[in-house]
């Protein structure tokens, strides 16, 4: 499976500290690489490593005792939990990083401009197969999916779809800017993804229900719970975070590393 890799690092003096390393979501990779070389601009001397492959590949990563830190657009499950305490004998550590409204990605040229989550659903699941059906156009929906070792893929999946089968149509694909780049091109596509990567496409605006108002993903709906699929972007670790990790993830959290968070389009846990 090809993995996104950013390695991201200063001149270090002689005796360095030892790197720390973030490893997993590929929907939180650009942002954790501005924050990573944010920091490292601050912070002469300190090396961080980031790399994507999926929340899966990260929480596996930290499991496996190979990775400091994983970056997560789900919550870790309690298999993971209980896998981390029989090697290590520690629950871990959470810290809520990001607050993302979880989009829907229509063409540009698509005249559909909202859906239910119930209609949602029913396109990803195969009960919803053309456009015309939900007052578009006479022409067949093309699904585009993420991985399923994707923590985006897993929330979706458990959210939206409310743990049913995707449609065998779907078409999977590796990282979320791929599935926008493949919803820009194709005029009936339709995808998923993080808010951060609308570029080329458009969101659709998302109703809880026939009776609810069609909502956008926004500071304010994501903050005020109006969109109906926002949802946190984590940091795990496997041992209370102390020196350069604890620096790291306090600035992350703080004013200066909140504030990238809202500049790459993802929204401030405070």
Known sequence: MKKIILCL????????????????????VIMNARLA???MTANGGTTLQVSGGGSGVGIAALINGTTDIAASSRPIKT?????????FATTGYTFPIARDGLSVYLNTANPVKELTLAQIRDIYTGRITNWKQIGGNDAQIILYSR???????????????????FSPRAQTLQGTAAVVNAVAKDAN?????????????????????EK????????????????????YLYYYTRVKPSKEMKSFIDWATGPAGQEIVGKVGYFPVK
């Not at 991985?147 to 089968?165: H, P």
């Not at 909502?215 to 699929?229: D, F, H, M, N, W």
């Open 147 to 165: 991985e399923n070792s994707s923590g985006t893929y897993t929330y979706f999946k458990d959210v939206v779809l409310l743990t049913r089968d």
């Open 189 to 209: 596509g339709i995808g998923y993804g993080g808010a951060a990567y609308a570029k080329g496409i458009r969101f659709a605006a998302v109703k809880k229900d």
């Open 9 to 28: 690092a200063l001149a270090l003096p002689l005796f360095a500290a030892k790197p720390v390393s973030i490893k997993g979501s590929d929907t939180m």
């Open 37 to 39: 070389e944010a920091y």
């Open 79 to 87: 298999s993971e939990i209980d896998k981390l305490k029989a090697r």
């Open 212 to 231: 609810s108002p069609a909502i956008l993903p926004s500071l304010e709906t994501v903050r005020s719970g109006a969109y109906p699929i926002s949802r």
